[in-house]
Nanobody, 120 residues
Framework: QVQLVESGGGLVQPGGSLRLSCAAS????????MGWYRQAPGKQRELVAS???????NYAGSVTGRFTISRDSAKNTVYLQMNSLKPEDTAVYYC??????????????WGQGTQVTVSS
């Protein structure tokens, strides 16, 4: 299995920046993709950004141009650089990994979440 630990959340003013980190451990060589999701109270969890092992990135339309997902394979870590933050970005952000099974199929693993609050 894979364990994911997020860090970097906090309180920031609108227009500010924050960088989230997600460190993966365990069967890391079975990870095919990693991403960031977020969930606001009473709202459905949504994909924010993802990156595959091949380096292909994908972003939600609401964050395109403001957020950047990246990875450091040597550190088994994925980052989410968040710029020009807006109050609507306020949510718990979760790191996600898509992990290949031994022979077929895949599983999703989740970090514990880190709170991001954008407020004046």
């Amino acid at each position: 299995q894979v364990q994911l630990v997020e860090s970097g959340g906090g309180l920031v003013q609108p227009g500010g920046s924050l960088r989230l980190s997600c460190a993966a451990s365990g069967s890391i060589f079975r990870i095919s993709a990693m991403g960031w999701y977020r969930q606001a109270p009473g709202k459905q969890r949504e994909l924010v950004a993802s990156i595959t092992t091949g380096g292909t990135t994908n972003y939600a339309g609401s964050v395109t141009g403001r957020f950047t997902i990246s990875r450091d394979s040597a550190k088994n870590t994925v980052y989410l650089q968040m710029n020009s933050l807006k109050p609507e970005d306020t949510a718990v952000y979760y790191c996600n990994s898509v992990v290949r099974r031994n022979l077929n199929g895949e599983d999703n693993y989740w970090g514990q979440g880190t709170q991001v609050t954008v407020s004046s």
